[in-house]
């Protein structure tokens, strides 16, 4: 028997040896491509940029992670973490009340046209979408045309007044930043939350009822607990891709940069690819510890 024979043989008899040809693409993918950039990534950020010569030094140090903690870097890293949060704050409290009746009160025609409704927008171009908000939140677009058509140009005024929020326009603002954010990152809350919902036993809320429970007390002590890992699963998304994003900051908003658009800038404009990978690594962070807590609370079992 020939060598590739014995070795067919053993491949065809052993389920570890079928697992290991059917995983070793995508293991060798993974490994190189995606594993290995990092690796890649992860050795720049140790290296420093020469302020004389604007060549990359490569000698070990830590000079390049201590400047993330200048003024304008960490003001860089707390801005995007804040539109992180609120972002992902704002998506739960928008996601739950809709999936909540897709999972309950729902007809399955009705949770059908509900499903095709959330995912609708994500067939089309996520350029398309921002620039379309763009136009929509501008100065002249239909939302100024609709608020002024209400008579609420004063309320509009008072918001682009507003600190750090506000802007010459919505498309110019740091609020127009964040609507925009929410519209393009819904759908990722929305989905984990219905799943979570949809695998709460309906037994549990009979007997609840059946023991005098209210519907208060049922939902508080039962459905929220138990829709909670869906929540946190859909947090994962919404959290971690506004902290990456850099084309709606860069679309939208004002000049206050986001990590993102750090790392596009370091990188590309300055050259100085030590503090790109380094900046890269916070969110690598931040998402590290976030996934840490997400898998106590269950939350991988909901995606």
């Not at 008579?151 to 008072?158: H, N, R």
């Not at 946190?232 to 940069?257: E, H, K, Q, R, W």
């Amino acid at each position: 028997m020939s060598f590739l024979r014995r070795v067919e043989n053993r491949i065809h008899l052993s389920p570890r040896g079928k697992a290991l040809l059917l995983l070793s693409l995508p293991l060798a993918w993974l490994g190189i491509v995606y594993l290995g950039s990092l690796t890649t990534m992860l050795v720049q950020s140790f290296f420093y940029l020469d302020d004389f010569t604007g060549r990359v030094v490569r000698e070990p140090t830590l000079a390049t992670y201590a400047q993330l903690f200048t003024r304008a870097n960490l003001d860089i890293i707390l801005r995007t973490a804040a539109m992180a949060l609120a972002v992902t704050v704002c998506c739960a409290f928008l996601a739950f009340p809709l999936s909540y009746y897709m999972s309950r009160y729902s007809s399955p025609r009705a949770k059908a046209a509900l499903y095709l409704a959330v995912t609708l927008p994500l067939w089309s171009s996520y350029l398309v979408r921002v620039y379309s908000w763009k136009l929509i939140l501008a100065k002249e677009g239909i939302l100024s045309f609709v608020i002024g058509a209400l008579q609420l140009d004063g309320v509009l005024e008072l918001v682009l007044e507003l600190p750090v929020i506000g802007g010459p326009s919505l498309s110019v603002s740091r609020i127009g930043t964040f609507l925009v954010f929410v519209y393009v990152w819904l759908p990722y809350m929305i989905l984990p939350i219905t799943a979570a919902l949809d695998r709460v036993p309906r037994t549990l809320l009979e007997a609840s009822a059946d023991l005098g429970g209210k519907p208060g007390d049922t939902f508080k002590k039962i459905t929220l607990p138990l829709a909670l890992p869906g929540v946190v699963a859909g947090s994962i998304f919404t959290f971690s891709l506004t902290l990456g994003d850099y084309i709606i900051p860069g679309v939208l908003g004002n000049s206050s940069l986001f990590i993102g658009q750090a790392v596009l800038s370091h990188q590309g404009t300055s050259g100085n690819i030590p503090l790109a990978a380094a900046f890269t690594v916070v969110p690598m962070v931040i998402m590290a510890l976030y996934l840490t807590a997400a898998r106590k609370l269950g939350a991988f079992e909901a995606l």
